[in-house]
C-alpha cells in the first residue's frame, strides 16, 4: 500500500520534469500581471512582455550584466578585484563591486554613468584607506591600537584621459553586507 504514493510521486516527477526544463517565458496576462510558462504568450491567452525603455539620451535599451564573482570576503580581495575590473576598463566588473541594495532605478542609472566615467579613465593607482591608528607623542601606535588599522574606504587615482594628465580621485565607502565587503559612493 505504501508503495503506489511513492510510484506516483515518482511519475508526476517525471512528468513534470520535461517541463522545467523546457524554456520559460515570461509574459503579460490580461489584468496586467507576469504570467510564467513554457507556452507560447498568446497561447496562454497573455502578450509578450515588452522591453523596458531605453534609458534617456539612448536609442536602444541598455542591459546592465554584473559580472558574477564570489564575493569580496575582505576588503583586501575586494581591492584586488576592483583594481583588476578598472584595469581591464570593465564597468559591468566594477558594477559587480557596488552595494545596490537599496537603489532606486534612477539612482542606479546615474551610479552605472559614473561608473563607466571611471571605468574609461587611464587607472594610476588603487589605494585602500584604513581609519587613523592613535599614536603617542612619539609616534609610535598606543597599546589600545594594537590590533590592525580597519579598512573605511577605496581611492582611485586616474588621470583624465589619455591626453589629460590631470589627476581625478574617486573616493569609495566600504561596506560589509551579507558577509561579502562592496563599495559605494
Known amino acids: 500500500m505504501r508503495l503506489i504514493p511513492i510510484v506516483a510521486l515518482l511519475l508526476l516527477a517525471a512528468i513534470a520534469l520535461p517541463v522545467r526544463a523546457a524554456g520559460m517565458n515570461r509574459c503579460i496576462g490580461p489584468d496586467g500581471h507576469s504570467v510564467f510558462t513554457d507556452q507560447h ?5 497573455a502578450v509578450v512582455r515588452p522591453e523596458p ?27 584586488d578585484g576592483l583594481e583588476s575590473a578598472l584595469a581591464a576598463h570593465d564597468v559591468n566588473r566594477i558594477a559587480g563591486f557596488y552595494q545596490w ?13 559614473r561608473l563607466q566615467a571611471i571605468a574609461d579613465r587611464p587607472l594610476a593607482a588603487v589605494r585602500l584607506l584604513r581609519r587613523h591608528q592613535p ?3 612619539n609616534g609610535d601606535q598606543t597599546v589600545a591600537s594594537t590590533q590592525p588599522s580597519q579598512a573605511i574606504a577605496i581611492e582611485l587615482v586616474q588621470t583624465r584621459s589619455g591626453n589629460d594628465p590631470t589627476p581625478a580621485r574617486t573616493e569609495f565607502a566600504l561596506t560589509a553586507y551579507m558577509g561579502c565587503w562592496w563599495i559605494r559612493f
Do not use: M, N, W, Y
Not at 41 to 45: I, L
Not at 102 to 112: N, V
Open 41 to 45: 504568450c498568446e497561447d496562454v491567452g
Open 101 to 113: 541594495a537599496g537603489i532606486s532605478s534612477a539612482e542606479s542609472a546615474d551610479i552605472l554613468k
Open 53 to 79: 525603455a531605453p534609458a534617456f539620451g539612448s536609442t536602444s535599451p541598455q542591459r546592465v550584466h554584473v559580472h558574477v564573482h564570489d564575493c569580496a570576503r575582505t576588503a583586501g580581495d575586494l581591492h
Open 135 to 137: 599614536t603617542d607623542e
